[in-house]
């Protein structure tokens, strides 16, 4: 968990993406449209934040549908994304299979 005072500027971070370990996107809590108190505090009207909980706020350039030609995820894909100061998750893409 990260504490308050860990991070001098929530509104100054930079944030990154790497796709099969190569860079895909890269930009900043800076150029969001909405801040980020704006969107804890517009959330917070609706429900209670714990610590741990994750707000989807949007992406940087750099999207799969805006590349030419578009690239999308595959399965197999392996994603590596982070906030500085945050930390950093790994994901790795699989099949969807239905059930029956």
Do not use: C, H
């Amino acid at each position: 968990m990260v504490t308050r005072d860990e991070i001098a500027d929530p509104q100054d971070l930079p944030l990154w993406l790497n796709l099969n370990g190569r860079p895909q996107q890269s930009g900043s809590t800076a150029r969001m449209i909405f801040g980020v108190r704006e969107l804890v505090s517009y959330i917070s009207r609706y429900m209670t934040l714990m610590p741990g909980d994750i707000i989807s706020s949007g992406t940087p350039p750099g999207v799969g549908l805006g590349q030419k030609p578009p690239r999308y995820l595959k399965a197999g894909d392996q994603m590596e994304l982070g906030i500085a100061g945050l930390g950093r998750q790994r994901q790795r893409v699989v099949a969807f299979e239905p059930t029956t």
